[in-house]
């Protein structure tokens, strides 16, 4: 009896002892094999239905789980529905196709193949596909967001995948090439025309913004465009639809583009009525800033062009565009030229009405033709 239960112990022990070393030698026999070369990592033979299952339920699972407590904003303005679509246009669509434009033989190739999103978007909640858009999924080509310093972009990316399936082709180019209905075929051969026709997809012709993100840059002083452009290339103002925009662009051609665009008028928006004490008050914080809390005049550098050509020309620009920047500025998000530290010395001071006013009081404001640098 005693032997017997000795014997079965010792065939217990020896057993853990196999499971023991198989388990460590797994790894080793595991690396041997890849480096035999025998995993096929083709992707033209495509995967295993259970291999395609697997990494399926896995990507689903994490992108679920990982949007868990994605605060989402109470509600996003449409106007950001317009620089997101011409942001995919060059930036998604070259893989996920587009309405009217079939997705390129090459990328039906890859593995995974990026789904068309027209179809794909309504199994995903919006926390979920901005969780997508802003990180990207790791080992199937599906890129991150070009920033991960902001997040209004990437919202505005979703309200714009939100509505796609319901875009025909026309609308759909309307909103990512504009009057001019370049489509993507088109490309850029490099000229200053083709430069030119890239940026009025979102500034317009007309340097006035096809809509309410997207600034006005007509009248801007040229040093800073040029100092922007730059910022945004370099990553050092986040915004990852200038950052492709202004990467996309020959930097040969930067200089031509902010002249052409500063020589043009802006805006001459009548401002409403109901406005008029916004605008007053915010008129008095530009003029005198507010001592007491360290906030400086802003007309001290915003008013005079003759100061800085790389002082930004605030006067006439659009009203959420100035918003968000302060907002951008007061979250510490905003970079921009080597001049930005002026602004986040103080943007964090300011109280969400002050920064209402002030956009109100900027946008009301007439640009005075032929200051503009
Ligand atoms: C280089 C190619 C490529 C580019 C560019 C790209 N994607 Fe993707 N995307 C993919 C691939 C591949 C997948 C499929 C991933 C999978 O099935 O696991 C994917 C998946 C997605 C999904 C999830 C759809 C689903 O149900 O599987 C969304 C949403 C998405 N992409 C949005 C975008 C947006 C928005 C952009 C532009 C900002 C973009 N993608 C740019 C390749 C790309
Ligand atoms: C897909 C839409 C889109 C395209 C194309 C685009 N822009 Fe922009 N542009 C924007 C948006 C949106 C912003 C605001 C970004 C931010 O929040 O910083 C902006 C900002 C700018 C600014 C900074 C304005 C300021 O007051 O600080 C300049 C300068 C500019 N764009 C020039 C260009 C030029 C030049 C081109 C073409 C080479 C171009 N953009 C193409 C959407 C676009
Ligand atoms: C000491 C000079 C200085 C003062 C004072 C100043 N600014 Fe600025 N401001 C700048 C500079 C420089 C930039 C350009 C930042 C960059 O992109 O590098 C800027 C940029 C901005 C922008 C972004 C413009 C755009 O087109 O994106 C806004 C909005 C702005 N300022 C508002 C204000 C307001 C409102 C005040 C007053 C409360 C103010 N500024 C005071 C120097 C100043």
Redesign the pocket.
Known sequence: MKLNVNRHRIAVRINWKYIAIGLAVLPFAAVFVAWLGFFNIGAASGHWRITELFLQLAMRSAVRTYAIGIEEPEAFDRGAI??????F??GCATCHGAPGEPRPAMVKAMLPRPPRLERAVHAWDDAQLFRIVKRGIRFTGMPAWPTQM?D??VWGMVAFLRRLPDLDPEEYRNLAYGPAKRSRASGFNGSFDA??A??????GMDGL?RSA?????AG?HRA??VE??RA?AAGE???G??E???T??DRK??QR??EY?ASLPATEDEQSAADAERIARGRRIAQYGVPRRDIPACLGCHGRPDRNPVY??LDG?KRP?LE??LR?FAEGE?G?TDYAHLMTEFASRLERKEIESLAAYFASRQVQRGKAE
Do not use: T
């Open positions: 317009l620089p997101a679509a011409g942001h246009a060059r902001r209004d972009e430069a030119l890239g940026c009025a997809r979102c500034h913004g993100f997207v600034p006005v840059i801007q800073y465009f922007s452009l945004y103002r986040a915004s639809i200038m492709l925009a202004a996309e662009a051609l930067w583009l902010a665009y930004p020309q620009q565009y968000n920047q951008l905003r921009g």
